[in-house]
């Protein structure tokens, strides 16, 4: 061999070499010589939650010998760094962030880059509250029995607020028992109660804070309880998509149309088209609407510091009955963190073995201030949940007796349609009348079909 | 004459004279740029110094007035009492305590929109402001939270006011009872639209002495969302209360995003109009805004512009009267070969 051919390998095989140490990008996983577990964490509404996950940390690294390598991000980050781990960018050993487990974790499961938890979640099977084992457990990569993806952390579902004291001044009645139980009845009271708070002097008080704009997830979060109340099924308990039958067809369109009608009769502002997530909060918040929904329990948590808010002036209620009559089941978000493919898969899980405990996970969720609700059956038991005076959480928890499996759940491939908004879309052009409602029907469901096909 | 220069001589001579003068233009204005570009960047640091300073005034004084208002029992005492009422959905603006608060406060609105008070929960109670009253402004993110000790050194959140849908710098200062129990807070949103005149130095063409004095613009810009900038305030002195959010056109250049990203500096870069600019950047942490200071490369090269015309126009005379002796030379007649 010449001395140049000699010189040439050696700085080929020199430049391989220093490619593995820098770890390119998109190689993912770290090299198996970092023996720091990297977690990556959502840093939380409150101080309480980022402490509490420090503390947690910080006694497992004592009790393994481990150190970690705990970052915060922001949600938005913490969202945008999930999506471009589903890409095949680099990825921690540990994620938690709220908005995963419902469109990142099934994409995640879907692409094979995270590991099954089973083993850790089997031993607390029975510790956890009905459904919450359902709400984690997906369809594997490979085919096969279902695993469970997500070490479950909290949980939430969509929950109904409303002003006491403006509904008060519209009934003349103190309390909320006058409001309906069945679905039509509801929904009609609160409209009734904006006519009555106009005749009052209230004149920019709407009666729904609702979202209907394609720009906010919440709007597909409220919109499936109005397929849920119209006893729609879009995805079979074994995971076939039935939005084909005609059955499925008219039973969308009519609940599109139960929906944008609240909208079009001058009941909900007329905003809410183009409303993000945060506004019908702000909306509600600035007593502009006589109610609202709203996924997790973040607007009385917003209140938790001012007692005559949270106490006196706000009230949250129950779903009204479907329209067959039964109660409604409510569709929850078990909060999840995941563990990735890497070097550290025994350590991470360990981690979260422990923060799984209830000594542990109650601080955690606790911190939280009441957002989001336990998982554990012991946690939800604790004094602080069952706070007697409380009963923003007392309804929120009434709402998880009767539950359904979350479509993401029974099918991954439903992330894509929660993601992409299709239903926040349809909902948007039917109420700003861009569409008619027979055709943002049949636009949705070709949507659907389409992620269904692509995802294969 | 001396019988070898002839017409074309002159021609050549014409010629040559015309690509000197062009070759001469060119060079001088290319030259003379570099010390005009130095000049206008030495004026603009020092107005762009000049605004700093006008801005850490406005921003000391709108201190001693928070400080003022505070340590002021009567409007501790009034907004107690009102914190701690039972609250209806909508506050009475024109109840006495809050007509009586209002008083209290309206001296010292010079720099303010508005002054109201949050509850802990972030719902105003009671403002100067009769639109702000029972509406939410969360205690994150918006309005920057903080303790009186924390005005001079914590940087201020922007972000557009939901309401108004203007640019907006609001503060929360906790009011504490007498044991010392947190019962809510005094949220004074910044008059951006006063900043930003003070600063707005716009002064036309002028000679200063024997220098030419280009005329600067300064202004304000900060992000009101992640992808969005703009100015701070309504621009062009227009009513405040008249403006819509999408007159706020958003706002890039080189000097704007790298003032944004925290550095100082000066360059030569086209501003948010796309016009060749001379510029100076500061990033004013405090405000989390960029301050820039900004000639139009067309006004201060044009002392440069002007001579080099001079020396082409000069030249372009020498050639054209080279090219007409040329001219006359050629259509002089020839005289007679006479033999001897």
Same mark, same amino acid.
């Given at each position: 061999?010449?001395?140049?051919?000699?010189?040439?390998?050696?700085?080929?095989?020199?430049?391989?070499?220093?490619?593995?140490?820098?770890?390119?990008?998109?190689?993912?996983?770290?090299?198996?010589?970092?023996?720091?577990?990297?977690?990556?964490?959502?840093?939380?509404?409150?101080?309480?939650?980022?402490?509490? #996950?420090?503390?947690?940390?910080?006694?497992?690294?004592?009790?393994?010998?481990?150190?970690?390598?705990?970052?915060?991000?922001?949600?938005?980050?913490?969202?945008?760094? &999930?999506?471009?781990?589903?890409?095949?960018?680099?990825?921690?050993?540990?994620?938690?962030?709220?908005?995963?487990?419902?469109?990142?974790?099934?994409?995640?499961?879907?692409?094979?880059?995270?590991?099954?938890?089973?083993? #850790? #979640?089997?031993?607390?099977?029975?510790?956890?509250?009905?459904?919450?084992?359902?709400?984690?457990?997906?369809?594997?990569?490979?085919?096969?029995?279902?695993?469970?993806?997500?070490?479950?952390?909290?949980?939430?579902?969509?929950?109904?607020?409303?002003?006491?004291?403006?509904?008060?001044?519209?009934?003349?009645?103190?309390?909320?028992?006058?409001?309906?139980?069945?679905?039509?009845?509801?929904?009609?009271?609160? &409209?009734?109660?904006?006519? &009555?708070?106009?005749?009052?002097?209230?004149?920019?008080?709407?009666?729904?804070?609702?979202?209907?704009?394609?720009?906010?997830?919440?709007?597909?979060?409220?919109?499936?309880?109005?397929?849920?109340?119209?006893?729609?099924?879009?995805?079979?308990?074994?995971?076939?998509?039935?939005?084909?039958?005609?059955?499925?067809?008219?039973?969308?369109?009519?609940?599109?149309?139960?929906?944008?009608?609240?909208?079009?009769?001058?009941?909900?502002?007329?905003?809410?088209?183009?409303?993000?997530?945060?506004?019908?909060?702000?909306?509600?918040?600035?007593?502009?609407?006589?109610?609202?929904?709203?996924?997790?329990?973040?607007?009385?948590?917003?209140?938790?510091?001012?007692?005559?808010?949270?106490?006196?002036?706000?009230?949250?209620?129950?779903?009204?009955?479907?329209?067959?009559?039964?109660?409604?089941?409510?569709?929850?978000?078990?909060?999840?963190?995941?563990?990735?493919?890497?070097?550290?898969?025994?350590?991470?899980?360990?981690?979260?073995?422990?923060?799984?405990?209830?000594?542990?996970?109650?601080?955690?969720?606790?911190?939280?201030?009441?957002?989001?609700?336990?998982?554990?059956?012991?946690?939800?038991?604790?004094?602080?949940?069952?706070?007697?005076?409380?009963?923003?959480?007392?309804?929120?928890?009434?709402?998880?007796?009767?539950?359904?499996?979350?479509?993401?759940?029974?099918?991954?491939?439903?992330?894509?349609?929660?993601?992409?908004?299709?239903?926040?879309?349809?909902?948007?052009?039917?109420?700003?009348?861009?569409?008619?409602?027979?055709?943002?029907?049949?636009?949705?469901?070709?949507?659907?079909?389409?992620?269904?096909?692509?995802?294969? | 004459?001396?019988?070898?220069?002839?017409?074309?001589?002159?021609?050549?001579?014409?010629?040559?004279?015309?690509?000197?003068?062009?070759?001469?233009?060119?060079?001088?204005?290319?030259?003379?740029?570099?010390?005009?570009?130095?000049?206008?960047?030495?004026?603009?640091?020092?107005?762009?110094?000049?605004?700093?300073?006008?801005?850490?005034?406005?921003?000391?004084?709108?201190?001693?007035?928070?400080?003022?208002?505070?340590?002021?029992?009567?409007?501790?005492?009034?907004?107690?009492?009102?914190?701690?009422?039972?609250?209806?959905?909508?506050?009475?603006?024109?109840?006495?305590?809050?007509?009586?608060?209002?008083?209290?406060?309206?001296?010292?609105?010079?720099?303010?929109?508005?002054?109201?008070?949050?509850?802990?929960?972030?719902?105003?109670?009671?403002?100067?402001?009769?639109?702000?009253?029972?509406?939410?402004?969360?205690?994150?993110?918006?309005?920057?939270?903080?303790?009186?000790?924390?005005?001079?050194?914590?940087?201020?959140?922007?972000?557009?006011?939901?309401?108004?849908?203007?640019?907006?710098?609001?503060?929360?200062?906790?009011?504490?009872?007498?044991?010392?129990?947190?019962?809510?807070?005094?949220?004074?949103?910044?008059?951006?639209?006063?900043?930003?005149?003070?600063?707005?130095?716009?002064?036309?063409?002028?000679?200063?002495?024997?220098?030419?004095?280009?005329?600067?613009?300064?202004?304000?810009?900060?992000?009101?969302?992640?992808?969005?900038?703009?100015?701070?305030?309504?621009?062009?002195?227009?009513?405040?209360?008249?403006?819509?959010?999408?007159?706020?056109?958003?706002?890039?250049?080189?000097?704007?995003?790298?003032?944004?990203?925290?550095?100082?500096?000066?360059?030569?870069?086209?501003?948010?109009?796309?016009?060749?600019?001379?510029?100076?950047?500061?990033?004013?942490?405090?405000?989390?805004?960029?301050?820039?200071?900004?000639?139009?490369?067309?006004?201060?090269?044009?002392?440069?512009?002007?001579?080099?015309?001079?020396?082409?126009?000069?030249?372009?005379?020498?050639?054209?009267?080279?090219?007409?002796?040329?001219?006359?030379?050629?259509?002089?007649?020839?005289?007679?070969?006479?033999?001897?």
């Amino acid at each position: 061999m010449k001395r140049r051919e000699v010189l040439g390998l050696g700085i080929t095989a020199g430049m391989l070499a220093s490619c593995q140490s820098l770890r390119l990008p998109g190689t993912g996983g770290r090299s198996a010589k970092n023996h720091h577990l990297e977690i990556w964490w959502s840093e939380g509404y409150y101080p309480e939650e980022t402490d509490a #996950i420090e503390s947690i940390v910080s006694a497992w690294e004592k009790q393994s010998g481990k150190k970690v390598d705990l970052k915060f991000f922001s949600e938005n980050e913490i969202s945008a760094r &999930s999506q471009s781990a589903i890409d095949g960018s680099a990825t921690p050993d540990v994620l938690y962030g709220y908005g995963g487990s419902e469109i990142t974790i099934p994409a995640l499961s879907h692409r094979g880059r995270i590991v099954p938890l089973d083993d #850790i #979640i089997a031993p607390i099977k029975t510790d956890l509250l009905p459904g919450v084992v359902d709400s984690i457990t997906r369809q594997r990569r490979e085919g096969g029995p279902r695993a469970i993806y997500g070490a479950p952390l909290s949980q939430h579902a969509t929950n109904i607020h409303f002003w006491r004291d403006l509904l008060e001044e519209a009934t003349g009645q103190p309390g909320a028992s006058m409001v309906p139980r069945d679905w039509k009845g509801f929904w009609k009271f609160w &409209s009734d109660c904006q006519a &009555s708070l106009r005749q009052k002097g209230y004149p920019d008080v709407f009666a729904m804070a609702l979202p209907m704009s394609s720009q906010a997830r919440d709007t597909s979060h409220v919109f499936e309880f109005f397929l849920e109340a119209h006893g729609v099924q879009l995805i079979s308990q074994s995971g076939q998509l039935e939005i084909d039958q005609p059955k499925t067809r008219q039973g969308i369109m009519d609940a599109l149309s139960d929906y944008t009608s609240l909208y079009k009769e001058n009941s909900v502002p007329p905003q809410a088209t183009r409303w993000s997530d945060a506004d019908n909060n702000i909306n509600f918040l600035s007593s502009l609407s006589l109610m609202t929904a709203n996924p997790t329990l973040s607007i009385p948590g917003s209140q938790l510091s001012d007692e005559i808010a949270y106490f006196e002036r706000l009230g949250s209620i129950e779903w009204p009955h479907r329209l067959d009559g039964q109660p409604m089941r409510s569709i929850t978000f078990v909060n999840q963190a995941v563990v990735f493919q890497g070097p550290n898969v025994k350590e991470a899980k360990s981690f979260l073995s422990y923060l799984l405990k209830p000594e542990n996970l109650s601080a955690y969720v606790q911190g939280a201030q009441g957002r989001f609700l336990p998982v554990n059956k012991q946690i939800i038991e604790m004094p602080y949940w069952r706070n007697p005076k409380d009963q923003h959480l007392r309804t929120a928890i009434a709402n998880l007796r009767s539950q359904r499996k979350s479509n993401s759940v029974l099918n991954s491939a439903y992330s894509e349609v929660l993601k992409k908004n299709i239903w926040g879309y349809a909902v948007e052009s039917i109420a700003s009348g861009s569409a008619p409602l027979e055709k943002a029907t049949d636009k949705a469901i070709g949507d659907i079909k389409d992620v269904f096909k692509s995802w294969g | 004459m001396n019988p070898k220069i002839t017409a074309s001589t002159f021609y050549r001579a014409s010629i040559a004279c015309l690509a000197a003068a062009g070759l001469f233009s060119l060079a001088y204005y290319l030259l003379a740029t570099k010390p005009l570009t130095n000049q206008a960047f030495a004026r603009q640091h020092q107005i762009l110094r000049t605004n700093q300073k006008i801005i850490d005034n406005w921003w000391d004084d709108e201190i001693v007035t928070i400080h003022s208002d505070l340590n002021n029992p009567e409007i501790i005492s009034r907004s107690l009492l009102i914190l701690q009422a039972r609250r209806q959905s909508r506050s009475t603006f024109t109840s006495p305590l809050s007509t009586g608060l209002r008083d209290e406060l309206n001296g010292s609105l010079q720099n303010r929109n508005s002054v109201s008070l949050l509850t802990r929960g972030g719902i105003v109670v009671f403002s100067t402001a009769r639109q702000k009253l029972g509406m939410y402004q969360p205690l994150k993110n918006t309005t920057t939270s903080l303790e009186l000790h924390e005005l001079q050194t914590t940087p201020l959140n922007f972000f557009t006011d939901s309401e108004s849908g203007l640019p907006s710098i609001s503060v929360a200062l906790p009011i504490n009872d007498q044991e010392k129990i947190r019962r809510g807070f005094l949220a004074i949103d910044l008059n951006l639209n006063r900043l930003n005149s003070l600063i707005r130095v716009v002064p036309g063409p002028q000679s200063h002495g024997q220098r030419f004095q280009p005329p600067v613009h300064a202004y304000l810009a900060a992000r009101t969302t992640l992808e969005h900038v703009t100015h701070i305030a309504p621009p062009n002195s227009q009513a405040h209360s008249a403006i819509k959010p999408h007159h706020f056109e958003p706002l890039n250049s080189v000097g704007i995003q790298r003032a944004l990203e925290g550095q100082s500096g000066q360059g030569l870069y086209l501003d948010p109009k796309s016009r060749p600019t001379v510029g100076v950047y500061e990033y004013l942490p405090t405000f989390r805004t960029a301050l820039l200071v900004e000639s139009l490369q067309r006004d201060v090269y044009m002392p440069a512009r002007r001579q080099s015309r001079i020396i082409f126009a000069s030249g372009v005379l020498i050639s054209v009267t080279l090219s007409l002796a040329g001219f006359l030379v050629s259509r002089r007649p020839k005289e007679p070969h006479v033999s001897v």
